[in-house]
C-alpha cells in the first residue's frame, strides 16, 4: 500500500513549536541529550540487572526468591528498554553517536534487534501513528482489534478481559516469532525494511545467539529445568505485559483517533504535528516515580513531537507544548493517573470489542 501524505505549511503549529522550543533549550544554554541523571539511571539499571541475574542464576536461591527475583528481573528488562534502549535508538541519550549505538545495542543483549526496532519504531510508528495498515504498534492480527477500520471476529467481544494475558506474552513472541518473521519477510506489514547491511546481519545473528545463551542456555545448565521455567516464565511475562500496557495508555485510549488518509489523494487531514497530538496521550505525568521508571513515556506527546529531545526534558517542554496547543486550539490529551488510563484503554478495547 502506498504510505500516507502528509499537508506541509510555512506557518504551521509544528513550525511554531519548534521555535519555541529551539529558543528555550538556547536560552536555558542546555543540551537536548540526556545528563548526569539519565547516566546514573543508567548505571542504576544496568548493575541492579547484572547483579539480581548472577544471584539468581549462579546461587540458585529457593524458589520463592526465583519467582521474587524475576518479577525483578522483568521489570528491570521493561526499565531499561524505557530509559536506555528508548533514548538510544533515537540519538537523544547522547550528544556522542556511539553512545547512543551503545545504549541502542541493550535491546540486542535482552534478544530483540535494534535494526528492526528502529525501522518499526523510529521510522513506521512516529510517522505514521494509529494509521492502521501502516502502524504495526496497533495490529495484533486477529487476537485484538485496536480500531474500527480493523475487522471484527467475536472473541474482540471480549478482548477487555484477556488483553491481560496476551500482553503479557508480548517480549516472548517478540525476540523468538516478530523478530524473525520481519527479518525474513524483510518488511514491518506491509512496509518495506531498508536493506541490511552485512554488519546488520552478523548484529542479528550474533546478538540472538548471545541472548539464548545468556538467559536461557546458562539458567537452564544452573537452575535445572523446573527452576529454569519458572525464572523464564515469570521474567518473560512481567516484562511483556510491562511494556505493553505502558505504549498502549499512550496510544490506545479512548480519547486519541484513528485517522485515515483519503482514498483517493493518500493525504492525511492534519499536518504530522496536529496528527501526533490527536493520537497520543500522557499520563500520569506530576508521578515521578512513573516518570522514572517509564523514561518519560508519560510525556508520549512531548516524545512523539520531539523525539530527538531526551525524556530527561519532558517535564520542562511540556508547558511550552500546551501553551502552544492551547494557542492553536489543538486538543492536549492527559490522563492524571496512570489507572485512569488503564481504565481508558479497557473501554476502548471494550467499545472496539462491539462497535461494528
Known amino acids: 500500500m502506498a504510505v500516507?501524505?502528509?499537508?506541509?505549511?510555512?506557518?504551521?503549529?509544528?513550525?511554531?513549536?519548534?521555535?519555541?522550543?529551539?529558543?528555550?533549550?538556547?536560552?536555558?544554554?542546555?543540551?537536548?541529550?540526556?545528563?548526569?541523571?539519565?547516566?546514573?539511571?543508567?548505571?542504576?539499571?544496568?548493575?541492579?540487572?547484572?547483579?539480581?541475574?548472577?544471584?539468581?542464576?549462579?546461587?540458585?536461591?529457593?524458589?520463592?526468591?526465583?519467582?521474587?527475583?524475576?518479577?525483578?528481573?522483568?521489570?528491570?528488562?521493561?526499565?531499561?528498554?524505557?530509559?536506555?534502549?528508548?533514548?538510544?535508538?533515537?540519538?537523544?541519550?547522547?550528544?556522542?553517536?556511539?553512545?547512543?549505538?551503545?545504549?541502542?545495542?541493550?535491546?540486542?543483549?535482552?534478544?530483540?534487534?535494534?535494526?528492526?526496532?528502529?525501522?518499526?519504531?523510529n521510522v513506521i510508528h512516529h510517522t505514521y501513528t494509529n494509521i492502521d495498515g501502516v502502524d504495526d504498534d496497533i495490529d495484533v492480527g486477529i487476537f485484538m482489534r485496536m480500531s474500527k477500520t480493523q475487522k471484527k471476529y467475536m472473541m474482540h467481544k471480549y478482548q477487555h478481559y484477556y488483553f491481560w494475558i496476551l500482553y503479557s506474552f508480548l517480549y516472548i513472541l517478540w525476540i523468538f516469532v516478530l523478530d524473525y518473521i520481519k527479518y525474513f519477510r524483510g518488511s514491518i506489514g506491509e512496509i518495506k525494511i531498508n536493506n541490511m547491511k552485512l554488519n546488520d546481519h552478523i548484529v542479528f545473528w550474533l546478538f540472538k545467539a548471545l541472548h539464548l545463551f545468556l538467559f536461557i542456555g546458562l539458567p537452564l545448565y544452573f537452575l535445572g529445568i523446573k527452576l529454569f521455567l519458572v525464572y523464564f516464565l515469570v521474567m518473560t511475562l512481567v516484562a511483556g505485559f510491562v511494556l505493553s500496557i505502558v505504549f498502549q495508555l499512550a496510544h490506545t485510549v479512548e480519547d486519541t483517533h484513528f485517522p485515515q488518509a483519503d482514498l483517493k489523494s493518500g493525504k492525511m487531514e492534519d499536518e504530522w504535528a496536529v496528527h501526533q497530538l490527536k493520537t497520543t496521550a500522557n499520563f500520569a505525568t506530576k508521578n515521578k516515580l512513573v516518570s522514572w521508571f517509564v523514561g518519560g513515556l508519560n510525556f508520549q506527546i512531548e516524545h512523539h513531537l520531539f523525539p530527538k529531545i531526551s525524556h530527561i526534558h519532558y517535564p520542562a517542554i511540556s508547558d511550552i507544548i500546551r501553551q502552544t496547543c492551547k494557542e492553536f486550539g489543538i486538543e492536549y490529551i492527559e490522563y492524571p493517573k496512570v489507572r485512569y488510563a488503564i481504565a481508558s484503554h479497557v473501554n476502548h478495547l471494550k467499545a472496539m470489542g462491539n462497535a461494528a
Request: net charge positive.
Open 4 to 121: 500516507p501524505k502528509f499537508s506541509v505549511s510555512e506557518n504551521s503549529f509544528h513550525n511554531e513549536l519548534r521555535v519555541r522550543i529551539n529558543n528555550y533549550f538556547e536560552q536555558k544554554k542546555v543540551k537536548m541529550t540526556g545528563n548526569y541523571k539519565l547516566y546514573l539511571k543508567a548505571v542504576i539499571l544496568i548493575c541492579s540487572i547484572i547483579l539480581i541475574y548472577t544471584h539468581v542464576v549462579f546461587f540458585t536461591p529457593n524458589v520463592f526468591f526465583v519467582v521474587l527475583e524475576s518479577i525483578l528481573l522483568g521489570v528491570l528488562v521493561a526499565g531499561i528498554g524505557f530509559n536506555i534502549m528508548h533514548d538510544g535508538s533515537h540519538g537523544s541519550f547522547s550528544s556522542h553517536k556511539w553512545i547512543n549505538t551503545m545504549s541502542a545495542y541493550t535491546v540486542n543483549v535482552l534478544g530483540a534487534n535494534s535494526f528492526l526496532w528502529n525501522m518499526k519504531h
